[in-house]
Structures are given as structure tokens and as C-alpha cells.
């Protein structure tokens, strides 16, 4: 049996996504085990993350700076805007490095079961980004769910005013899956999205 404070990390960790029971008492054995390569150099990250951590005011990323470091960044083209749910999908999307431009997130989708309405999310901050100019395209990266693609409609309806155009990801089939695997509505999605043999 472990002491209330080991008791009281294992619970604290357990509670993280993608960590259950088992998981967070080996991650509490390899700190207690690794204090001073593990344990020390943890929980000073965590107090500086905790004593700098800030909303970006531009996009809604989290970080320790504000602008944070993408809307920062001069490279970055501004003519194109990414819109995602969450945080997380931003952080997705940015590691692949594959969009070149900047992000807004709502902060949720909608969703009339959980009483979210569209003053929940940071719409109008993305309609007062888009308004001001200067944005070409708006690339609606809303998730594959009933919720997301009412979202990406509800954008694409209050976007069509401004002289921008509106993209949305592509859905369908992943690389490398297989038929026998895939639900039916990413099936029905790549059907819909069909397109000639090159």
C-alpha cells in the first residue's frame, strides 16, 4: 500500500486522458524510481507551464506567450485560415506541417444536446478576422461528427457575405484502411467523395 500523497499522484494521474489506474501507477513507480532524472525536471515543467500559461488573444491556442508562438511566427501565410474545434486539432494539424497558415479555434462545435449555441464559441472573433481583411481562403477543419459538420455548415453560412474562400478537409477513406474496418458513414463519405482515376 502506498502513502496518501503517492495515493493522491496515481488518482491526479489516472484522470489524464489516455491514463487509467494501471498506467498512472507505472508512470508513479518510474518517477519515485527516476526522482531526480524524472520527477525533479517534471514538476518544474509544471511550474513554469502553470505560471506562464495564457489564451492567445489572436487565435485561441494555449501557451506561454501571447500571441502565441504561431501567430507570432512571420512566416506564416495570413492569407489562409484554418478554423478547428479544439485546441488539440490545431496542435494536430500544426505538427504535420503541411498548413502553412494561421488558425482560429471555436473552443467546441455545436451541438442543441449539450445547449451549445453558436455566442458559446468564438465565432464572432472569426468573423471579425475575417471582416477585417486580407484572408483569401478559410479552410473549415471541423470534425467528422454530426456536430462538426453542423458547425462547418453554420460557418460556411455566416462566411458567405466576405469575399473569402471557403474549403473544408476532405473526408473518406484513411491510408492504409481497410473496407472491412470502416463504419458506414466514413464509408458513405468517401463514396460521396469519389473523384476519376488518374
Known amino acids: ?20 489506474p494501471r498506467s498512472a501507477r507505472r508512470a508513479v513507480l518510474h518517477l519515485l524510481k527516476k526522482r531526480d532524472a524524472a520527477m525533479v525536471p517534471l514538476l518544474r515543467a ?7 500559461l495564457s489564451i492567445c488573444s489572436v487565435c485561441g ?5 501571447d500571441p502565441c508562438t504561431i501567430c507570432s511566427d512571420a512566416r506564416r501565410d495570413d492569407r489562409l485560415l484554418c478554423v478547428v474545434e479544439e485546441v488539440s486539432d490545431l496542435w ?13 479555434v471555436l473552443g467546441g462545435r455545436l451541438s442543441a444536446l449539450e445547449g451549445i449555441r453558436p455566442e458559446d464559441l468564438g465565432i464572432d472573433t472569426l468573423i471579425g478576422r475575417v471582416s477585417r481583411g486580407g484572408i483569401d481562403e478559410v479552410v473549415l477543419a471541423m470534425n467528422a461528427t454530426l456536430e462538426g459538420q453542423t458547425t ?3 460557418l460556411a453560412e455566416r462566411l458567405e457575405g466576405f469575399p473569402v474562400r471557403i474549403t473544408q478537409l476532405a473526408h473518406g477513406l484513411p491510408v492504409g484502411g481497410e473496407l472491412d474496418y470502416l463504419d458506414e458513414g466514413t464509408l458513405a463519405q468517401a463514396l460521396r467523395a469519389r473523384r476519376p482515376v488518374e
Open 61 to 65: 491556442n494555449v501557451d506561454t506567450i
Open 152 to 154: 462547418a455548415h453554420y
Open 46 to 52: 509544471l511550474e513554469r507551464v502553470s505560471e506562464r
Open 1 to 20: 500500500m502506498a502513502s496518501p500523497e503517492i495515493d493522491a499522484l496515481t488518482q491526479a494521474l489516472a484522470r489524464l486522458p489516455g491514463l487509467g
Open 92 to 104: 494536430a494539424l500544426d505538427r504535420s506541417r503541411l498548413f502553412p497558415g494561421r488558425f482560429h
